[in-house]
């Protein structure tokens, strides 16, 4: 199953729950490829050589990638085709993949975009793809089937990390139960019949490193539920605060996308060319993670 699959994988490269987030744009590339960024063409080219050159530097140490959508969408077709190549050469060189699309509709619809990263032989072929279940069960159940019949795996939005999340998903209902917490117990019965041999659904959630309190009590309410965990350096989440979303130092993947991709920029790495300074950066959020759990 794809969740034990990803969970050897984390345990094989030192028990390093790390997923970086390549999520790239003209913007976070050196310099010099930056300057030859003159056409769509060109900024899709410079971005698939940056990632490739980050996969083959991290491969050693990192067990997955998160490959952000929209940052390849703002490029048009030249763009969506960077986005496909990297998935492909991520799992070429031995990562998983998550495909971060924030994906959903209903029906018909929902179903389209579960075939478009969950069949085999998919253009947006990956391991995992992120999914919107606030449109419920139909749009979710696309999904989870293609998940069943193909070995996939997706992760369901449940407490997020923007600061904002909060003005819907922290609400109560009159009995006291959040909005997220309603929502994690839908992941979990749509996750029921895929719980692997450690324990964990290849139906997951996404619960941010940002809001401690609210990841403990998902943890704690719900332990089949393997977490994607954004937030981490960037975003103000702490190793010590997302610790409370693991058990005996699993049950999550931690991800970090601008502190590992503009490494290179920052003082600490002062000397250090992009792919040397992704890869110390990489090892030094490995450390600071397996250190408080």
């Given at each position: 199953m794809i969740i034990d699959e990803l969970i050897d994988a984390i345990a094989a490269k030192g028990?390093?729950?790390s997923v970086i987030g390549l999520d790239t744009c003209v913007d976070y590339l050196p310099d010099d490829m930056r300057a030859k960024c003159n056409t769509l063409e060109d900024s899709a080219k410079y971005i698939r050589d940056f990632n490739f050159a980050l996969i083959d530097t991290l491969a050693p140490v990192i067990p997955a990638v998160k490959v952000q959508v929209a940052y390849y969408e703002q490029y048009g077709v030249e763009g969506m085709?960077?986005?496909r190549d990297?998935?492909?050469?991520?799992k070429k060189n031995g990562i998983y993949t998550i495909a971060d699309c924030k994906r959903n509709d209903i029906g018909s619809t929902a179903a389209a975009y579960a075939r478009a990263y969950l069949e085999k032989g998919a253009p947006f072929e990956a391991d995992f793809v992120t999914v919107n279940g606030y449109l419920g069960t139909d749009g979710v159940k696309p999904f989870v089937d293609l998940c069943a019949k193909n070995d996939k795996g997706i992760f369901v939005l449940v407490k997020t990390s923007n600061p904002a999340s909060g003005e819907l998903q922290d609400k109560k209902y009159e009995n006291g139960k959040t909005l997220y917490d309603s929502m994690a117990d839908l992941v979990d019965g749509w996750g029921a019949e895929l719980i692997g041999k450690?324990?964990?659904?290849?139906v997951?959630?996404?619960?941010?490193?940002?809001h401690r309190a609210q990841a403990e009590d998902v943890r704690a309410k719900h332990p089949h539920l393997f977490f994607l965990i954004p937030g981490y350096g960037a975003q103000g989440g702490k190793a010590e605060d997302l610790a409370v979303c693991f058990k005996n130092g699993v049950g999550g993947i931690v991800n970090s996308s601008r502190g590992i991709l503009c490494a290179y920029r920052k003082d600490k790495?002062?000397?250090?060319d992009f792919k040397q300074a992704a890869l110390q950066a990489a090892v030094d959020m490995r450390d600071d993670i397996k250190s408080c759990l």
């Open positions: 028990g390093n729950p085709a960077a986005f990297t998935l492909a050469y991520a450690y324990g964990y659904s290849s997951g959630a996404v619960v941010g490193a940002t790495y002062a000397g250090l």
